[in-house]
């Protein structure tokens, strides 16, 4: 199965899953950011809720541990006014030896209208999404290392809140690429929405031999790729997916590859810094940045909500209906 193979729109080019940023059009994902920032206001409001979603059933289907995704599309969703059901992987049935398809059968036979999926494999929101039947649509909430789409629609929302346009800038990404789903759907994201320059910094060892032709310029020195950038994004090392000794100690990657105030002074002064989280303080930042005046990195978790109720809302086909629109 190739998991590139894009199935996430409709026949009239509208969202119908979002499992990848790939091969979608800059006008969709403007059209996820205009749509996010009318939700801004919800979460501002006394009663945090609006009815777009009433009716609706959203399955939150997490394999693979979260913090921050499993719990804003939750809000999200119930922002939305839709009812949530969070299953248990470690306690559901696939622990019991029932296949994935039976357990999606059964929640399709509760009348569900939405599956939100991470997963450890890279294409298993794909595979979910092909073999779900036609009314339900899927949203990709990280699979393996392959993509996390509504990550990078909220790191572009939170960038667009700070800078006038997407085609002056220039954004580092720094650390871990090779592992990052996160860092993939960045690049498309980036390059789709015209930013000027895409660096990608860290060791060989963690930088995809295939990533330029994706775009962006490589840099082993900190300090040269950040150089004037006016957005960085520092990933952790996701040693969990890390197959044999692919770095020295942490105390050494941190002197190579840290964000300290130092380092961070190569950047441009009105630079802002980005992590999607978890953040692993004194390995890949320091909590002096980290806490620090230039920091936007739970602004980014608050923009989650918004984007997400986004997201949702679109690929049920229920905002511009809720709007009485066509
Ligand atoms: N950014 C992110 O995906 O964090 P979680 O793993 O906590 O969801």
Same mark, same amino acid.
Do not use: W
């Given at each position: 199965?190739? +998991? &590139?193979?894009?199935?996430?729109?409709?026949?009239?080019?509208?969202?119908?899953?979002?499992?990848?940023?790939?091969?979608?059009?800059?006008?969709?994902?403007?059209?996820?950011?205009?749509?996010?920032?009318?939700?801004?206001?919800?979460?501002?409001?006394?009663?945090?809720?609006?009815?777009?979603? #009433?009716?609706?059933? %959203?399955?939150?289907?997490?394999?693979?541990?979260?913090? !921050?995704? *499993?719990?804003?599309?939750?809000?999200?969703?119930? &922002?939305?006014?839709?009812?949530?059901?969070?299953?248990?992987?470690?306690?559901?049935?696939?622990?019991?030896?029932?296949?994935?398809?039976?357990?999606? !059968?059964?929640? @399709?036979?509760?009348?569900?209208?939405?599956?939100?999926?991470?997963?450890?494999?890279?294409?298993? =929101?794909?595979?979910?999404?092909?073999?779900?039947?036609?009314?339900?649509? /899927?949203?990709?909430?990280?699979?393996?290392?392959?993509?996390?789409?509504?990550?990078?629609?909220?790191?572009?929302?939170?960038?667009?809140?700070?800078?006038?346009?997407?085609?002056?800038?220039?954004?580092?990404?720094?650390?871990?690429?090779?592992?990052?789903?996160?860092?993939?759907?960045?690049?498309?994201?980036?390059?789709?929405?015209?930013?000027? @320059?895409?660096?990608?910094?860290?060791?060989?060892?963690?930088?995809?031999?295939?990533?330029?032709?994706?775009? /962006?310029?490589? $840099?082993?020195?900190? #300090?040269?790729?950040?150089?004037?950038?006016?957005?960085? %994004?520092?990933?952790?090392?996701?040693?969990? *997916?890390?197959?044999?000794?692919?770095?020295?100690?942490?105390?050494? $990657?941190?002197?190579? +590859?840290?964000?300290? @105030?130092?380092?961070?002074? $190569? =950047? *441009?002064?009105? =630079? %802002?810094?980005?992590?999607?989280?978890?953040?692993? #303080?004194?390995?890949? %930042?320091?909590?002096?940045?980290?806490?620090?005046?230039?920091?936007?990195?739970?602004?980014?978790?608050?923009?989650?909500?918004?984007?997400?109720?986004?997201?949702?809302?679109?690929?049920?086909?229920? +905002? =511009?209906?809720?709007?009485?629109?066509?």
């Amino acid at each position: 199965m190739s +998991y &590139r193979q894009n199935i996430q729109l409709t026949p009239d080019k509208k969202l119908k899953h979002f499992l990848t940023i790939e091969g979608l059009s800059r006008a969709i994902l403007t059209d996820i950011l205009d749509t996010a920032e009318t939700f801004v206001s919800v979460g501002e409001q006394a009663v945090k809720k609006v009815p777009i979603l #009433r009716g609706k059933t %959203i399955v939150n289907l997490f394999f693979e541990n979260s913090t !921050r995704t *499993r719990t804003t599309f939750e809000l999200a969703a119930k &922002r939305l006014s839709a009812d949530v059901l969070n299953i248990n992987i470690s306690v559901s049935a696939t622990s019991k030896g029932e296949s994935l398809l039976d357990t999606l !059968r059964n929640l @399709e036979a509760m009348q569900s209208d939405m599956f939100v999926v991470r997963h450890s494999e890279s294409g298993a =929101a794909h595979f979910i999404a092909q073999n779900a039947p036609d009314h339900i649509s /899927v949203i990709n909430a990280g699979d393996g290392c392959h993509a996390h789409p509504t990550q990078a629609m909220l790191d572009m929302f939170t960038i667009r809140r700070h800078f006038p346009s997407f085609n002056q800038l220039k954004v580092a990404i720094v650390g871990d690429i090779l592992h990052s789903r996160v860092a993939r759907s960045q690049i498309h994201a980036l390059t789709t929405l015209g930013v000027e @320059e895409v660096r990608v910094i860290g060791p060989k060892t963690l930088i995809p031999t295939d990533v330029e032709p994706m775009g /962006v310029h490589v $840099y082993h020195d900190l #300090r040269q790729g950040l150089d004037d950038v006016d957005v960085v %994004i520092m990933l952790r090392l996701q040693n969990e *997916r890390m197959q044999g000794a692919l770095l020295p100690s942490p105390q050494e $990657y941190f002197q190579s +590859y840290g964000l300290t @105030e130092n380092t961070l002074a $190569y =950047a *441009r002064p009105t =630079a %802002i810094v980005m992590h999607p989280g978890p953040i692993n #303080r004194g390995v890949e %930042i320091s909590s002096k940045v980290a806490d620090g005046p230039r920091s936007v990195i739970l602004e980014q978790v608050t923009n989650g909500i918004a984007v997400r109720m986004a997201v949702m809302s679109m690929v049920l086909g229920s +905002y =511009a209906a809720a709007r009485g629109e066509k």
